[in-house]
């Protein structure tokens, strides 16, 4: 079955340094893949969706790219500020059962810390 | 004006008993649904309907049953609580059929069974 992996040490870098954080995941390639942003005591806010079919995506100074030979996507905040501090959730569609429709598994999510 | 919102937003309660919660989304998406995220922050689907339809119901106990009276609500009814349903309950939803596309999620309901 699909296995999804995040960094699950907390990353701790510098205001205004790039953070990368990874998500791989262990099966087949899936259609697409979703990045989150989770504060402590909230819920989940989307950021990003690539799909199989792209390589690199954008949005402000947020970067996600999708390696499906590699089994990867990396995911990228350049000029980190403290604000930025939160968890970052991977998620991918997934085939459920018969039918057209998908759900979407999770990562565990990585930690990430920006320090003034 | 909150996209998708969810009350209570904490329960505690004691094992055995029953108790709701409710789900409202002001976005117009076809699609709701139910994820228990529990201590180790894993987050997994519960149930999901499309326009009050139920779609997905990923092997969860007979004691939770969610009700969708039209396509803007999704409640979640729990009888005879247990300790290991202590969780954070989210509720969500999307445009279109399910699993596809980004997710909008509420707050989140804290359950606590003691």
């Known amino acids: 079955s699909q296995k999804i992996e995040q960094n699950s040490e907390a990353l701790n870098i510098q205001e205004g340094k790039t953070a990368t954080l990874t998500c791989n995941y262990t099966?087949?390639?899936?259609?697409?893949l979703q990045w989150y942003r989770q504060d402590p005591g909230r819920g989940p806010v989307f950021l990003l969706l690539?799909?199989?079919n792209e390589k690199e995506k954008r949005k402000e100074r947020l970067k996600v790219t999708f390696d499906t030979t590699l089994k990867q996507s990396l995911f990228h905040i350049t000029a980190s500020q403290p604000a930025d501090s939160a968890t970052y959730l991977c998620a991918l569609d997934h085939p459920h059962r018969a039918g057209n429709n998908r759900k979407l598994i999770w990562g565990l999510g990585t930690s990430l810390a920006v320090n003034p | 004006d909150t996209a998708v919102s969810q009350t209570p937003k904490y329960l505690v309660t004691q094992m055995g008993n029953d108790k709701s919660i409710k789900c409202e989304q002001n976005?117009?998406?076809?699609?709701m649904y139910w994820y228990k995220q529990d201590s180790k922050k894993f987050l997994k689907i519960m149930f999901s309907y499309n326009n009050k339809e139920l779609i997905i119901n990923e092997t969860v106990p007979n004691r939770f049953s969610p009700k969708s009276p039209d396509k803007a609500h999704l409640n979640l009814h729990i009888n005879s609580l247990e300790l290991g349903d202590s969780a954070v309950y989210f509720c969500?939803?999307?445009?279109?059929?399910?699993?596809?596309?980004?997710?909008?999620f509420g707050e989140g309901s804290r359950l606590t069974v003691l």
């Open positions: 969500a939803s999307s445009i279109g059929r399910v699993g596809t596309g980004e997710l909008f």
């Open positions: 099966n087949y390639s899936p259609a697409y």
């Open positions: 690539i799909r199989e």
């Open positions: 976005l117009g998406h076809d699609t």
